[in-house]
Nanobody
């Protein structure tokens, strides 16, 4: 059973920083992509940052240079360091893993429950 649990969200003033964590439990035979998405009220969910296996990292233009995605395989944890936050970053942030739990199955997208980030001006 795969489970993704995010934490680290909260209320921060503009210009501040937060670090989100996503603990991934359960077995993956292989992982294609790990990433962070966000969804603001009334808007579609959008990609913030991702790590693509054997390729590297990818960032949305709006967060490039301010956010950093990283992972710790020993802790089965994905991180998102967010610096110089602005009100436009206010959203629910979701962790995502695309992978397969066995060699013979197709890759599936797994999601966490989300963590709220609110940036006050």
């Amino acid at each position: 059973q795969v489970l993704l649990v995010e934490s680290g969200g909260g209320l921060v003033q503009a210009g501040g920083s937060l670090r989100l964590s996503c603990v991934v439990s359960g077995f993956f035979f292989s992982i294609d992509t790990m990433g962070w998405y966000r969804q603001a009220p009334g808007k579609q969910r959008e990609l913030v940052a991702s790590i693509v296996s054997d390729v590297g990292t990818n960032y949305a233009d709006s967060v490039e240079g301010r956010f950093t995605i990283s992972g710790d395989s020993n802790k089965n944890t994905l991180y998102l360091q967010m610096n110089n936050l602005g009100p436009e970053d206010t959203a629910v942030y979701y962790c995502s893993v695309v992978g397969r739990v066995a060699r013979t199955v197709t890759p599936k997208d797994y999601w966490g429950q989300g963590t709220q980030v609110t940036v006050s001006s």
